[in-house]
């Protein structure tokens, strides 16, 4: 496969990607577009493969569709695949917005669902 078959490619599938997360978060087209501030053609043709987005763009859509720009990053090949997502409980303590007891409550229910559940917890650490 050619360098620019793999590239169109990797858009289509970063399009069906952006398309299944706003069907997953109940979102139309036209919401999608309007809430990360792009026209709606503009929208489709990402989701359709037709477009690659910029980095910028990602970060709206992503924002919007409540998922990390990074995974967006690594799909539309802007960031190597090697990349790995924070922890949940490193996301947790790195949240500017949450006061240290909301953090430790956040984590104790997190540690709590994961036992009850019977998986191990992402990061063996405690905070």
Do not use: C, W
């Amino acid at each position: 496969m050619s360098d620019k078959q793999e590239e169109s490619s990797g858009i289509a599938e970063l399009g069906t990607f952006i398309r299944q997360q706003r069907e997953r978060s109940k979102m139309s087209l036209r919401r999608l577009a309007d809430r990360a501030g792009i026209s709606n053609p503009y929208l489709s043709q990402i989701e359709r493969g037709l477009r690659k987005p910029s980095a910028e763009i990602l970060k709206s859509l992503a924002r919007e569709l409540s998922i990390q720009a990074e995974s967006m990053y690594v799909r539309a090949g802007l960031l190597d695949e090697g990349f790995s997502p924070p922890t949940v409980v490193e996301a947790v303590e790195a949240d500017p917005t949450l006061s240290t007891r909301h953090k430790q409550v956040l984590l104790e229910l997190y540690r709590t669902l994961i036992e009850v559940g019977g998986v191990e917890p992402d990061n063996k650490e405690t905070p």
